[in-house]
C-alpha cells in the first residue's frame, strides 16, 4: 500500500507541475512550456495505464464496478483526451482548465483509494497533503513577494532617472523593462502553485472534518489574491498595460496579500 501510495502521490505531483507549464503556455504561448507539460502529462498517462492494466488483468474486467474505480478510468479517460486534443490542436486555455479539473478528480481518487485499502493511512495522507497545500502557498507568496520587491525597485530607479544626479546608483540597478518583465515572470509562477494550494487545502478540509465553510476570512482572501493577481496578468497579457501603472497595481495586490496573511489568519476558524 506505501509503494502504490508513494507512487500516486509521484503522479499527483507531476501532473501539479504539469498545469504550471500548461499556465505558462497558456499565456505565452511558449512551445517549450508545451512540450514540458505534454510529456509529464504523458508520465502520468503511462502510470495510469499500467495501473489500469494491471487492475484488469486481476479482475478480467474493466475497473468501473465502484465509485472509485470509475473515479480512476475517468483520470485516464480525461488524460488521454487532453493528450489527443494537444497533439492534434492548440487549445492552451482548454488544456490549462482540463489538467486543473483533472488534478482535482486525481486527489480524490487518491484519498478514496487509500480509504478503502488502508485505512489507516488516511492521516498520514491526509498530512501530506496539508503540508503540501502550506509548501505551495507559502512558495507562491514568495514568488508574489519577490515580484513585489522588483516592482519597488523599478519605483525607485525611476525615481533616481527623474532626479538626474544619482547615477552612481542606477549602475546598481537593471534597465526599467527588465524589471518590470521579471516582476511579471515571477507572479506567472506563483499564479498556478496558489491555486493548486487552495485546490489541496478546501480538498484537506472537507476530507478531515474541519470546521469550514466558504465564507472563512482566510479563504475569501485567498481567493482575492488569486484575482487580483489574474487580474494583473489579463492587463499585462491582453491590454497590454507596461511600466508604472501596472506595477503600481503589484504593490496594490501585494498589499492585499499581506492583509490576507497576517489579519484573515487571525480572523479565520481553522487558519493558524
Not at 507541475?17 to 499556465?23: P, R
Request: overall charge positive; some cysteine.
Amino acid at each position: 500500500m506505501l509503494e502504490e501510495r508513494f507512487i500516486q502521490e509521484w503522479m499527483l505531483f507531476l501532473y501539479g507541475i504539469s498545469v504550471i507549464f500548461y499556465f505558462i503556455d497558456f499565456l505565452y504561448q511558449n512551445q517549450r512550456a508545451n512540450r514540458v507539460a505534454f510529456w509529464l502529462l504523458s508520465m502520468v498517462w503511462l502510470m495510469q495505464t499500467i495501473f489500469l492494466f494491471i487492475e484488469m488483468l486481476t479482475a478480467s474486467q474493466i475497473p468501473i464496478q465502484t465509485f472509485n474505480d470509475g473515479l480512476y478510468t475517468y483520470t485516464w479517460i480525461m488524460i488521454t483526451i487532453s493528450l489527443i486534443i494537444h497533439r492534434v490542436y492548440r487549445l492552451e486555455f482548454f488544456m490549462f482548465f482540463m489538467s486543473v479539473f483533472g488534478f482535482i478528480v486525481m486527489v480524490l481518487h487518491m484519498i478514496r483509494s487509500t480509504q478503502i485499502v488502508d485505512a489507516e493511512q488516511i492521516p498520514f495522507l491526509l498530512d501530506e497533503m496539508l503540508l503540501a497545500h502550506i509548501v505551495s502557498a507559502l512558495t507562491a507568496y514568495g514568488l508574489f513577494t519577490v515580484s513585489f520587491i522588483l516592482a519597488m525597485l523599478f519605483h525607485m530607479q525611476y525615481y533616481l532617472l527623474k532626479q538626474k544626479n544619482n547615477y552612481k546608483w542606477l549602475r546598481r540597478f537593471q534597465d526599467l523593462e527588465g524589471l518590470e518583465r521579471r516582476a511579471f515572470h515571477f507572479i506567472v509562477l506563483a499564479e498556478p502553485l496558489l491555486l493548486l494550494s487552495i485546490i489541496l487545502g478546501v480538498v484537506w478540509a472537507y476530507m478531515t472534518g474541519t470546521e469550514f465553510y466558504w465564507g472563512d476570512s482566510k479563504t475569501i482572501g485567498s481567493m482575492i489574491v488569486l484575482v487580483l493577481y489574474g487580474w494583473y496578468i489579463y492587463r499585462r497579457i491582453r491590454r497590454n498595460d507596461r511600466g508604472k501603472a501596472i506595477l503600481r497595481l503589484n504593490l496594490f495586490c501585494f498589499c492585499i496579500l499581506l492583509i490576507n496573511f497576517f489579519l484573515f489568519n487571525t480572523l479565520s476558524n481553522f487558519h493558524f
